[in-house]
């Protein structure tokens, strides 16, 4: 017959590894689960960084159109500014009161001596869509 002793502790040891199996099968299967959420995220990042590196990529295209949106719209040249001074039949001191900048500063743009400052820019491109009569009464109203 068998020892007290030995049938307690071998029972015991039996309860413990049912017990110990268990909670270890718990761990395993939430182990398991975390490892796939681990996987599928590091799937999202490169993902992403593929994304970003190809939104970087298109990026200082966009980045230089919106920023220099204004100016790359409104282009200057001094043949078109001369032309259009004299589609409206105005003086270079009558076009500069419109501009608000002097005479001179619309000869010397005029000549290709100088170019407007890209703040001027907006402001010239706004007088192309001025008919004579309207840009005459404005130089009026100014006067």
């Known amino acids: 017959m068998p020892n007290l002793g030995s049938v307690l502790k071998a029972e015991i040891s039996r309860l413990a590894r049912k017990e110990v199996r268990a909670e270890v099968e718990a761990l395993r299967k939430a182990s398991g689960t975390y490892r796939r959420e681990i996987a599928e995220l590091k799937r999202q990042v490169v993902q992403l960084e593929r994304r970003l590196r190809q939104a970087s990529k298109a990026a200082p295209a966009a980045a230089a159109a919106s920023t ?20 409206l039949d105005l003086s270079a001191a009558d076009f500069g009161k419109l501009a608000g900048v002097s005479g001179q500063s619309i000869y010397h743009w005029e000549q290709g001596k100088s170019v407007p400052r890209k703040s001027q820019l907006p402001k010239l491109a706004g007088l192309r869509g001025l008919g004579k009569k309207e840009a005459r009464a404005r130089v009026d109203a100014l006067s």
């Open 68 to 87: 220099e949106e204004e100016p790359a719209r409104v282009r200057f040249s001094a043949k078109g500014l001369q032309s259009l001074r004299a589609r």
